[in-house]
């Protein structure tokens, strides 16, 4: 099956290319909505080759990488697809993180450039090396970099040699770069703006972070099918009350969220008794959806369509599905097909198809071109045979079952990541951050789900717990380490537990026995 150009895209090979389109076509139209302030398409792309063109007078050309740390705002989005016209790489970064986690990702990641505003430019500065100066740009924006000296001026239509860098956690305690080609991001984009049939009246409610890969559709598909996309205000967001006043306020039409969110309008923000009368397309990502929850949803918006899309950061979407009308609780839940243009099938151990149970693989454009370890790509992707014959494959590590119907049914992983409202999390990163702090020998986090998959039986938004067990020094304290860490990790990777032993069991390999303590943080769970 063969993908078909989106809505916007107008057979451009470059995601800034998807604004200048859209901004051709409909100049006026709004093209971003962040508070008081209005963007229209036209006046957002003059900001962005602006932008663009500053940034290659400050050396940024084909190939380089750069850091956009702002808060997710107009400005942000300003700043990454300034980047994207001028030929980089881009990696949006959370404005909020320890700089020290930053710094790490500067460096793992090989970014030369650092964008900041006036009101990150504090954590941006302790983030960078010695030797990297400020520079202003237009806008507000401020570009830290090695060297402010200006190259030969580029041409504004760089080739397709740039691309996306989504950070992910990595097992070796620093954080993983995705790296995603235009290509892989735009296949996604336009797949998304079809499939929802969106268009330029469309609403787009925006509310995850730029870090996090549901916000390409925010962004990219936005602009794909020339509709507007309405960030949510920061103020806004920490009350769900409030949340489901704005979908409502703002006639929202589409909105892609995990289900902790959804279950925090539904249970804390009484969606039900207010529903968001425009909303018609509702897409969920990166966990998954408690099944009582997903059935009351069907209830309440009857008019509203709900998608289950699926797939890691290294592939974006692969697969999904359409909740039937009348769906229930008791049906069978599962993950869908492939979407178009893209190869999905389950292989064993030995790297062959099998038709039972079997590890997720992807072929296909939304396949990543690599990992970003010490400033290099390295490529984790492997040759399959799928039924058309030998593919270049990502293996997601995720098991699943295919049901008669053709559908894939998701089982689990192999590895030791996990899903937590929505970030996935690699369990050794924080280990090994926990190694680095002074009198820790050894620790073992584990991750305690609610037994009897409580979840998806009480709607919970906090189903997994992260239990931190820690050996070291005579004298050593929870407390402190709780503090430590939450100047190094984000927010969704602090352990909700550190627990000081004096030793941790092992297993007769003399390897630390997860599963044992996992029994001590879950008493229900039985060997």
Request: hydrophobic share 40%.
């Amino acid at each position: 099956m063969s993908s078909t150009p989106g809505t916007g895209g107008g057979g451009t090979g470059r995601l800034d290319g998807l604004l200048a389109d859209a901004a051709r076509r409909h100049p006026v139209r709004t093209a971003v909505v962040d508070g008081d302030t209005l963007l229209g398409y036209a006046q957002l792309d003059a900001l962005v080759t602006e932008t663009a063109d500053a940034l290659r007078q400050h050396g940024v050309t084909d190939g380089t990488r750069v850091g956009v740390r702002l808060h997710r705002g107009h400005q942000a989005i300003v700043a990454i697809y300034g980047a994207l016209r001028a030929g980089a790489v881009v990696a949006p970064l959370d404005a909020g993180e320890p700089p020290a986690r930053t710094a790490r990702v500067l460096r793992g990641g090989g970014l030369t450039h650092l964008l900041a505003a006036p009101d990150t430019l504090t954590g941006a500065r302790e983030s960078v090396p010695d030797g990297w100066w400020p520079a202003e740009l237009p806008h507000g924006l401020v570009c830290l970099s090695p060297s402010t000296a200006a190259p030969e001026q580029q041409s504004r239509t760089a080739p397709a040699s740039g691309g996306y860098v989504l950070f992910t956690s990595g097992s070796t305690g620093w954080p993983k770069g995705v790296l995603l080609s235009h290509e892989n991001v735009l296949h996604f984009a336009r797949w998304a703006a079809d499939e929802f049939a969106l268009g330029p009246d469309d609403r787009i409610g925006a509310q995850a972070a730029f870090t996090f890969d549901l916000s390409t559709f925010d962004i990219f598909s936005t602009a794909a099918a020339a509709a507007s996309v309405y960030l949510l205000p920061t103020a806004v967001r920490a009350f769900p009350r409030s949340v489901v006043g704005w979908l409502d306020s703002e006639r929202i039409t589409a909105l892609y969220a995990v289900p902790t969110l959804y279950q925090m309008l539904l249970h804390r923000g009484n969606l039900a008794a207010s529903p968001p009368g425009a909303l018609r397309i509702a897409a969920y990502a990166g966990e998954p959806f408690p099944p009582a929850v997903l059935e009351e949803y069907l209830t309440v918006l009857p008019h509203t369509s709900f998608y289950n899309l699926y797939g890691p950061t290294e592939t974006n979407v692969c697969t999904y599905e359409r909740v039937p009308p009348g769906w229930r609780a008791s049906d069978p839940s599962t993950i869908g097909a492939a979407i178009d243009g893209v190869t999905v099938d389950l292989f064993d151990e030995h790297g062959r198809r099998t038709d039972s149970e079997g590890e997720i693989c992807v072929a296909g454009p939304v396949v990543m071109s690599g990992y970003l370890v010490d400033g290099r790509v390295h490529d984790p992707t492997t040759e399959l045979r799928f039924a058309d014959g030998p593919r270049r494959a990502y293996r997601t590590g995720d098991l699943a079952r295919r049901t008669p119907d053709g559908k894939l049914r998701l089982l689990g992983r192999r590895d030791l990541q996990i899903k937590r409202a929505g970030h996935r999390i690699d369990l050794l990163d924080i280990e090994s951050t926990l190694a680095e702090l002074p009198g820790v020998e050894s620790s073992c986090v584990v991750a305690r789900t609610d037994p009897e998959d409580a979840a998806a039986q009480t709607g919970s938004v906090d189903a997994v717990r992260l239990i931190a067990h820690v050996t070291g020094s005579a004298g050593l304290d929870a407390d402190t380490l709780v503090a430590a860490l939450s100047e190094r990790l984000p927010r969704f990777m602090l352990p909700d537990e550190v627990v000081v032993a004096d030793s941790l069991p092992t297993t007769r390999h003399g390897k630390v026995d997860r599963k044992r303590l996992l029994v001590t943080a879950h008493p229900e769970v039985t060997e």
